[in-house]
């Protein structure tokens, strides 16, 4: 069973911080890492995703840093605002029986930004 | 803003009850899952289609039953309730046609599914 391993579970940050999200994978087929953001009464939605050609994708304030040979990558959060406070997730594809994938989340990070 | 729908939000039901979660997009997508999500936020991958007629269970164990007559319907249903299922349930959809790149999934909103 594959697993992406996040962390940590919870992160407190000061408004105007830095907030890094940490993810660990297994064997993949292939390398696309996105990370969803989950505001509360809502479902997750794409935040940024990084493929394989690129160590690091930067859209705005968020970045995603990838290290192949760890099997790791982060999200970083620049200028951290109140308005990021979500859970966010990790996810890896998953090659399932032949042609088909799926995506497999991590646990999840509760950020709270505060003002 | 992605056209993908649950019904209902919310249910509360008694124990033994007959429950359908009902899932719909209005953007052609083939691709559809549901996952459960834990109180504890971790998403479960329960069920998943890749197009009309196709249906395949995912990693966590379920209870439930999925079909998929349409390609913009996949409603998801509980026979007979247990304390056990109540949890968030995420419906999803996915418009990438590749098989070795997963591409963004659309969420729902979720139904919350209380069982008594």
């Known amino acids: 069973q594959q697993q992406v391993k996040q962390s940590p579970q919870s992160l407190i940050v000061q408004k105007g911080g830095i907030s890094i999200i940490n993810c660990a994978y297994e064997?993949?087929?292939?390398?696309?890492f996105p990370w969803y953001q989950q505001f509360p009464g809502k479902g997750p939605a794409l935040l940024i995703a990084?493929?394989?050609?690129?160590s690091e994708k930067k859209e705005g304030r968020f970045t995603i840093s990838f290290n192949k040979s760890a099997k790791q990558f982060s999200l970083h959060i620049m200028d951290s605002q109140p308005g990021d406070s979500a859970t966010y997730f990790c996810a890896a594809p998953w090659l399932y029986g032949g042609a088909t994938n799926k995506l497999i989340f991590g646990t999840g990070t509760l950020l709270a930004v505060q003002p | 803003e992605a056209d993908i729908y649950q019904t209902p939000r919310y249910l509360v039901i008694g124990t033994g009850k007959k429950i359908t979660l009902e899932c719909s997009q209005t953007?052609?997508?083939?691709?559809m899952y549901w996952y459960q999500q834990d109180p504890g936020m971790e998403l479960h991958l329960i069920h998943y289609?890749?197009?009309?007629?196709?249906?395949e269970k995912g990693d966590l164990s379920s209870e439930s039953t999925v079909s998929r007559i349409r390609t913009e319907h996949f409603p998801l249903t509980l026979e007979s309730a247990r304390p056990s299922h109540t949890s968030q349930y995420l419906c999803?959809?996915?418009?990438?046609?590749?098989?070795?790149?997963?591409?963004?999934?659309?969420f729902g909103e979720g139904s919350r599914l209380t069982v008594l």
């Open positions: 289609s890749y197009g009309v007629n196709s249906t």
């Open positions: 953007m052609g997508h083939d691709k």
């Open positions: 064997n993949t087929a292939f390398d696309y």
């Open positions: 999803a959809s996915c418009g990438d046609s590749s098989p070795r790149y997963t591409g963004e999934l659309f």
């Open positions: 990084i493929r394989p050609d690129v």
